[in-house]
């Protein structure tokens, strides 16, 4: 009964927080306060002890180091560039959108960012190239997701903490483990949006004569401050990346072992963005009111009311429920297309991830499927539907859009086009990738 209480206190915190455009976090807190204290018996002080220390500081810090890219014109700049660069290949135009929202999301811009960035600049792209806007609008949205998820990026970041958090009851799992599931989740995720792109690319009639005729601006060359940006990006990158990749490679070394146990990407993120404001490349409080401290009260919040469902056991009995009741076969399918359903109209970095990855780890064991190929059909999965205007990828897209008859068309497109063949393309690869794995 108390398991049943706990999962419709989360379905109902995201029902309220999409009918009332509040913050699902805070709906998600009040539920564990009740639940835990005043149901379960708890301590207030064990209820607050779950909030989520660890991820809450690594988005943080994260966010902020890049907010000084974003703030000084560093990505804009960086996407103008590439995709001067792929002018010379008209035809691949969707794919070079692609990948210029990767590299973009990979290097540490925000899902939302990128699309702010690129949405405009893609609409316009699509009228001079005689390109199809939804197969545009699919290949940015698909790069921004795929990129994100990249160790390293906010999404990534992300993933990789509550992975971890799932894994508690799991000591033989490593950081260096779950940074592999991490990667693994990174590279499939962006080849499903090169399948993706390529059905949308070749399946439209629309897109028979694209290319013909289109025109790049070269862009202005990157000032010292945009310059000095990137160079701590990449360098940041280095460092988070290249010791857990040594260990991977050179398991039995025991210096690299001890360097990449002190490696954390929320600290070294916070040095880079002390350098960033040592040498002033962007106004410091405008760094600070950049944080997404919506993303992550959302976040902190769900965790603590999954914490409460971990404590009450209702997380074991879903999975022992699952693993009884679904074929095996049909788990990876099962897992992505609820995935789907839950980021239709909520976040899934917020409410998909938090809600469902607590369930893989004991599921996987059960059913004899990989771990990582269940967090990367879940991750798939519910990003399939961000496209959906309702979600914040698709909703982005629309208001890109600046004529009315043009947004109608879209969002039409979007619903009824866009996200039933994602999602059902996403079941379909999640089923073949879990199979593989």
């Known amino acids: 009964m108390l398991s049943v209480a706990i999962i419709l206190a989360i379905a109902l915190a995201i029902f309220l927080g999409y009918k009332t455009k509040i913050n699902t976090g805070l709906f998600c807190i009040v539920f564990a306060y009740i639940i835990g204290c005043f149901v379960m018996g708890l301590k207030p002080k064990q209820v607050i002890g779950y909030w989520p220390t660890s991820t809450m500081f690594v988005i943080l810090s994260v966010s902020l180091f890049y907010n000084f890219a974003a703030i000084n014109g560093t990505l804009e700049k960086m996407s103008g560039v590439l995709l001067y660069t792929c002018r010379t290949f008209p035809g691949l135009l969707p794919y070079a959108l692609l990948a210029v929202a990767i590299i973009l999301s990979?290097?540490?811009?925000?899902?939302?960012?990128?699309?702010?960035?690129?949405?405009?600049?893609?609409?316009?792209?699509?009228?001079?190239?005689?390109?199809?806007?939804?197969?545009?609008?699919?290949?940015?949205?698909?790069?921004?997701?795929?990129?994100?998820?990249?160790?390293?990026?906010?999404?990534?970041v992300i993933f990789r903490g509550l992975a971890d958090t799932a894994f508690e009851a799991s000591p033989d799992v490593t950081a260096v483990e779950t940074f592999g599931m991490e990667m693994k989740i990174f590279l499939f995720s962006v080849l499903f949006s090169l399948i993706l792109v390529t059905i949308f690319r070749f399946g439209f009639k629309e897109n028979r004569n694209i290319g013909k005729g289109i025109t790049f601006k070269k862009p202005d060359a990157f000032t010292k401050d945009q310059k000095t940006t990137l160079t701590l990006m990449m360098l940041m990158m280095v460092i988070v990346l290249i010791f857990p990749l040594l260990q991977v490679l050179m398991p039995g070394n025991s210096a690299i072992k001890y360097i990449s146990s002190k490696v954390d990407v929320g600290l070294v993120a916070i040095i880079f963005a002390v350098i960033a404001l040592l040498l002033k490349l962007a106004p410091q409080k405008e760094a600070m009111a950049r944080i997404p401290w919506n993303t992550i009260v959302m976040i902190a919040g769900a965790g603590m009311l999954i914490a409460v469902a971990v404590e009450a056991g209702t997380i074991d009995e879903l999975s022992t429920w699952i693993g009884s009741n679904v074929p095996k076969p049909l788990v990876p399918i099962a897992f992505s297309i609820v995935g789907a359903i839950m980021s239709f109209f909520s976040s899934t970095t917020g409410v998909v991830a938090p809600a469902l990855f607590p369930l893989i780890p004991n599921l996987a064991a059960s059913a004899g499927l990989s771990s990582s190929a269940l967090f990367a059909c879940t991750v798939i999965g519910a990003q399939s539907s961000s496209i959906s205007p309702f979600s914040s990828g698709g909703s982005l897209i629309l208001g890109s859009t600046p004529k009315e008859e043009d947004r109608n068309m879209l969002f039409n497109r979007l619903l009824m086009v866009a996200v039933p063949i994602s999602v059902i393309s996403g079941a379909i690869y999640n089923f073949a990738l879990a199979m593989i794995l």
């Open 106 to 156: 990979v290097m540490g811009a925000t899902y939302f960012t990128v699309l702010a960035f690129l949405a405009p600049i893609t609409l316009v792209i699509c009228d001079e190239s005689k390109m199809d806007k939804l197969t545009g609008a699919v290949a940015i949205n698909c790069g921004a997701l795929a990129g994100g998820n990249f160790p390293t990026s906010n999404l990534g």
